[in-house]
T-cell receptor
Framework: GAVVSQHPSRVICKSGTSVKIECRSL??????MFWYRQFPKQSLMLMAT?????????EQGVEKDKFLINHASLTLSTLTVTSAHPEDSSFYIC???????????FGDGTRLSIL | SQQGEEDPQALSIQEGENATMNCSYK?????LQWYRQNSGRGLVHLIL?????REKHSGRLRVTLDTSKKSSSLLITASRAADTASYFC???????????FGAGTRLFVKA
């Protein structure tokens, strides 16, 4: 149980393109979903926390107009990287959890490469 | 700054040996979690230990928590090559709103 599906797993696109990444909890309802960014050989950097039906809470330094997060249902959250540029290239990972005293369940990540 | 800091940053051992990783954190917590990440993949939850617990076991994994020292350790016994991965500790921010990950320990188990 507790499977989180993240798509796509890899994206390569031109500078200026907008890219949407989906995160779905397949067998549970997630009250909260998280979006992380990870640079090579580094830890996860929390970008934003999203609760179903409400606006995402962005971490300091993360541009909300650049990284649009939508959490339309208890099983789906999306991250859209708008007008992506090479510096946005990274590994993006989503996670979902049922409650604050429960662990997070992670998707397999999306490797985004902007040319 | 990171709430959790692991040491060592990297660890290389022979198959069959035990691997111990440590984590320190700064503020009060409700629970502490350990995760594993294989290269290029998402994280897999290993163990959650609550602030009122001192030790927890799961298979070859043993986690301890010392809230007075604000530290935790993860012990992997009888390591296998397949245990090669990065291991992260993570703590809640006290309010339970988000989880903060440490820098991680990269474990390499040689066959």
């Amino acid at each position: 149980g507790a499977v989180v599906s993240q798509h796509p797993s890899r994206v390569i696109c031109k500078s200026g393109t907008s890219v949407k990444i989906e995160c779905r909890s397949l067998d549970f309802q997630a009250t909260t979903m998280f979006w992380y960014r990870q640079f090579p050989k580094q830890s996860l950097m929390l970008m934003a926390t999203s609760n179903e039906g409400s606006k995402a809470t962005y971490e300091q330094g993360v541009e909300k107009d650049k990284f649009l997060i939508n959490h339309a249902s208890l099983t789906l959250s999306t991250l859209t990287v708008t007008s992506a540029h090479p510096e946005d290239s990274s590994f993006y990972i989503c996670s979902a959890r049922v409650a604050s005293d429960q662990p997070q369940h992670f998707g397999d990540g999306t490797r985004l490469s902007i040319l | 700054s990171q709430q959790g800091e692991e040491d060592p940053q990297a660890l290389s051992i022979q198959e069959g040996e035990n691997a111990t990783m440590n984590c320190s954190y700064k503020t009060s917590i409700n629970n502490l979690q350990w995760y594993r990440q294989n290269s290029g993949r998402g994280l897999v939850h290993l163990i959650l230990i609550r602030s009122n617990e001192r030790e927890k076991h799961s298979g070859r994994l043993r986690v301890t928590l010392d809230t007075s020292k604000k530290s935790s350790s993860l012990l992997i016994t009888a390591s296998r090559a397949a245990d090669t991965a990065s291991y992260f500790c993570a703590t809640d921010d006290g309010g339970g709103f988000k989880t903060i990950f440490g820098a991680g320990t990269r474990l390499f188990v040689k066959a």
